[in-house]
């Protein structure tokens, strides 16, 4: 599993509450991602980031943002959610060395926005 | 605008079959083409990858076979088994830098007895 660690795993929110997705790693990885998998749309990226501090947008960021304050955790956070939010988020890491262009994902964060 | 577009949506094949699933992509800068299989519950885990330098690669009963002229790639499943369903996603990305890897829509594989 690379060492990737999501939670929560399931939650529940209503509509116009902020909600924040944690991602940890334990193998010092230096680029990791968030994405959104919804039926019919497959895997979208959200953000990513390339190193504490350093995150850019992927093709679905609107309302969401990131933080990265230390190389083992990734913060995905939803200001204001909404229904249109719902979806289970994957958290991923990028291998290194002779693994390095392989994407590893986590176990996922089931949303619920109501 | 889908850059990688993933057909067919789902798949059924008998035990035994043969299961294919493919994919076609627009940008030629793309040079690295993996395919992930993920388990209800699950996250998506690596099945296979190619690059463009070769046309085929294969993986004990899994294949991937490549068509640069036609950018186009698909995943052969040979002698399916019932173990075997589960969604599949290709995609594709550049090697180089922080390239990010873009995903096909998806196939959800079903092997019937």
């Known amino acids: 599993d690379a060492g990737i660690t999501q939670s929560p795993r399931h939650k529940v929110t209503e509509t116009g509450t902020p909600v924040t997705l944690r991602c940890h790693q334990t193998e010092n990885h230096r680029y990791m991602y968030w994405y959104r998998q919804d039926p019919g749309h497959g895997l979208r990226l959200i953000h990513y980031s390339y190193g504490v501090k350093d995150t850019d947008k992927g093709e679905v960021s609107d309302g969401y943002s990131v933080s990265r304050s230390k190389t083992e955790d990734f913060l995905l956070t939803l200001e204001s959610a909404t229904s249109s939010q719902t979806s289970v988020y994957f958290c991923?890491?990028?291998?290194?060395?002779?693994?390095?262009?392989?994407?590893?994902f986590g176990e996922g964060s089931w949303l619920t926005v109501v | 605008q889908q850059q990688v577009k993933q057909s067919p949506q789902s798949l059924i094949v008998q035990k035994g079959g043969i299961s294919i699933i493919n994919c076609a992509y627009e940008n030629t800068a793309f040079d690295y083409f993996p395919w992930y299989q993920q388990f209800p519950g699950k996250g998506p885990a690596l099945l296979i990858a190619i690059r463009p330098d070769v046309s085929e690669k294969k993986e004990g009963r899994f294949t991937i076979s490549f068509n640069k002229s036609a950018k186009q790639f698909s995943l052969h499943i040979m002698d399916s088994q019932p173990g075997d369903s589960a969604t599949y996603f290709c995609a594709a990305s550049r090697s180089f830098g922080n390239e990010k890897l873009t995903f096909g829509t998806g196939t959800r594989l079903t092997i019937i007895p």
């Open positions: 991923a890491i990028r291998g290194q060395g002779a693994s390095g262009n392989t994407i590893y």
